[in-house]
């Protein structure tokens, strides 16, 4: 399966002109009713694909569930440009023309191989550790590579973007627990199958009725908006009404109110948790994450300050002043926090978990309220020269300056992911969970 990833072409022209109008209406519609960059992106396409009447049909002599289990069989797979032209696809051709489009836009996509059939995984944007940020039921989302996916059925391309989101789920589900089901990586397959285009010129892209799109993807994110509701209410019920409702309890709810951009909501909340316990480092970090959103970075720092000072082996907290001073222009300072903050997790690749980033270099820039995931981490990196190292006493024989472990309470970050390139500075922030 991975000899797929030659037909995912994310750079042709005609998946790009699609891809792009796509993505275009949905950001320019406004007041969604759910918050994430890469999952407002994936509706749009599929959407756009349900507009335009793409459908699946299986192949007539050839159907991919019959070839699957043919030793030595053929099979055929339409390129992307090509399945839009027919408007028609088998589940190789619709998962390879979906894969392409979500590539297109920043989109990091898995092929999912079970008996007989394909489908495709699209990352959420969401580290694992920040899933109950998404506010979904666990069923419907899969945790692979540290990342959030989510499962599509491409043959039910006309019943929306929700309704193959739950198909998906559900197929995923019942392959997985056989032990049936394989996975392969499109971006890692493409470093040995190079993508290919047809040898014919490109024509233009369909065109796609944006009032129609806009429809769908209102009712397709208002459909995920009450998955949210349902699993917050069955999750915590009358958490919010209980008076005698504990502090992490209230801050689980606050960072799912905080993810979908309800601050008012997520402020409330977390004053309630901070009424029971006062010098709680924990709502004094997330509290700070607020402050940071709605762009007090001075309030933000002197709670964040205070959460170092109420536990100061927490290396999260360090990060986070870090990274908040560099953001109000206090180059200085800020390399000491983050320093002790990679120090206290143990190191740079500990310290990237801790907020979620995978680990790499890029040059950063410096003073801004918006920060990509490629500037912290080189912030972290530029730390490193100013983090203690273990020396050996040659008269004791011991090792002075041990490197400490991180601590083990979960944290995690409040959004991005692989697909966001850019994000606002609490996009990065870590959110501490105990």
């Known amino acids: 399966m991975a000899q797929a990833a030659a037909f995912v072409n994310t750079l042709d022209p005609v998946v790009d002109g699609f891809a792009r109008e796509a993505t275009r209406t949905a950001a320019l519609m406004g007041d969604l009713p759910f918050a994430g960059r890469n999952l407002v992106f994936m509706a749009a396409i599929f959407d756009a694909l349900a507009v335009l009447g793409v459908t699946y049909v299986p192949d007539p002599s050839n159907p991919y569930a019959t070839v699957s289990t043919t030793p030595r069989a ?8 090509e399945t839009l032209a027919r408007k028609t696809g088998d589940c190789d051709d619709t998962s390879v023309l979906v894969a392409a489009l979500l590539g297109n836009v920043g989109i990091a996509t898995q092929i999912v191989d079970v008996p007989g059939h394909l489908f495709v995984l699209a990352d959420a944007g969401v580290h694992a550790r920040n899933q109950l940020a998404l506010g979904l039921d666990s069923a419907r989302v899969v945790v692979a590579d540290d990342e959030v996916w989510i499962p599509l059925e491409t043959t039910a391309l006309r019943t929306g973007f929700a309704e193959a989101w739950r198909v998906g789920a559900e197929e995923y589900a019942t392959w997985s627990a056989r032990g049936r089901l394989s996975l392969v990586d499109i971006a890692e397959a493409s470093s040995r199958y190079e993508p290919a285009s047809p040898g014919a010129p490109a024509a233009a892209s369909p065109a796609v009725d944006a009032a129609a799109l806009e429809t769908r993807v209102r009712q397709d994110l208002g459909t995920m908006a009450a998955w949210r509701t349902e699993f917050f209410a069955s999750r915590y019920g009358d958490v919010e009404a209980r008076l005698d409702a504990t502090p ?10 905080f993810s979908a951009g309800e601050l008012d909501e997520a402020a409330a909340t977390l004053e309630r948790a901070r009424s029971r316990t006062p010098d709680s480092p924990q709502t004094t970090n997330n509290l700070a994450a607020l402050d940071v959103a709605r762009g007090d970075l001075d309030t933000a720092i002197g709670l964040y300050q205070r959460a170092a000072r109420l536990d100061s082996s927490d290396a999260g907290i360090w990060l986070n002043l870090g990274l908040v001073r ?4 206090d180059s200085a300072d800020a390399a000491a926090a983050i320093a002790r903050g990679v120090f206290l997790s143990g190191g740079y690749p500990q310290a990237c978990a801790l907020l979620g980033l995978a680990t790499g270099d890029a040059p950063t820039r410096e003073g801004t309220q918006r920060m990509t995931a490629d500037e912290a981490r080189a912030l972290l990196r530029s730390a490193l020269a100013r983090v203690p190292r273990p020396t050996t006493s040659a008269r004791r024989g011991g090792v002075t300056a041990p490197t400490p472990r991180p601590r083990r309470h979960w944290i995690s970050r409040v959004a991005g992911g692989r697909g966001a390139d850019e994000a606002a500075l609490q996009d990065i922030l ?4 105990s």
């Open 74 to 81: 053929v099979d055929t797979v339409a390129y992307p440009r």
């Open 326 to 329: 560099q953001a109000r222009g």
């Open 430 to 433: 870590y959110w501490r969970d």
């Open 248 to 257: 992490e309890a209230l801050n689980d709810v606050a960072r799912v109110y």
